[in-house]
Structures are given as structure tokens and as C-alpha cells.
Nanobody
Framework: QVQLVESGGGLVQPGGSLRLSCAAS????????MGWYRQAPGKQRELVAA???????IYDDSVKGRFTISRDNAKNTVYLQMNSLKPEDTAIYYC?????????WGQGTQVTVSS
């Protein structure tokens, strides 16, 4: 069983930066491909970025060049560095495995980009 806790969200102005963290429990974390997802009001949850157990990464086109996903297996943590934030990045951000597992969804962390 894996438990995931997201943190690091907040209110930021357009062009600003935030770093999200996802702390995972469980000894198998290092073997799991992980993803950051987001859900904006009135929209479906979408995959933003993913990282394999070997640290290969993929990004949605909307965040490519602005967001960076990384992981620290020693700390059982996945990060999402978000730069050049835009109002359309406003959403609740979640981490989960990739593909996602229903029982692993946490509370998420709210990111609001507004002036």
C-alpha cells in the first residue's frame, strides 16, 4: 500500500515559481513510475508530468519547458518545479503512480496563479 501527501502549493503571480513535493510511504516507491496530475475547476483531471523509476521524464505540451519533475528515492519524494506560471496553471495538483491507482489519490495541493 502507498500513501501520498502533496505540499507546496499556494498563491503566486503570473511568471512566478513554485515547487511542489509529494511524500510517499512504502518501501516500493523507488520502483514506481510517478506522475503529477492537475484538475482545474470544471475540467477533468489531467497528467502534467511523469517520471519513470529510472528517471526518464515526459511532459504535457502545455508545461513543456516550464515544469520539471524529479524524484529523490532516498527521501521517497517526487517534486514538481514550476516556473513561468500562467493563470491557466491554476488547479489542484495531485501526485499518483502512472498509471494512476484510484486508492492512492490524496488531498492534493492548490496552486493559484493570479495577479
Amino acid at each position: 500500500q502507498v500513501q501520498l501527501v502533496e505540499s507546496g502549493g499556494g498563491l503566486v503571480q503570473p511568471g512566478g515559481s513554485l515547487r511542489l513535493s509529494c511524500a510517499a510511504s512504502g518501501s516500493i516507491f523507488s520502483k514506481l513510475p510517478m506522475g503529477w496530475y492537475r484538475q482545474a475547476p470544471g475540467k477533468q483531471r489531467e497528467l502534467v508530468a511523469a517520471i519513470s523509476s529510472g528517471s526518464s521524464t515526459i511532459y504535457d505540451d502545455s508545461v513543456k519547458g516550464r515544469f520539471t519533475i524529479s524524484r529523490d528515492n532516498a527521501k521517497n519524494t517526487v517534486y514538481l518545479q514550476m516556473n513561468s506560471l500562467k493563470p491557466e496553471d491554476t488547479a489542484i495538483y495531485y501526485c499518483n503512480t502512472r498509471p494512476s491507482v484510484v486508492g492512492y489519490w490524496g488531498q492534493g495541493t492548490q496552486v493559484t496563479v493570479s495577479s
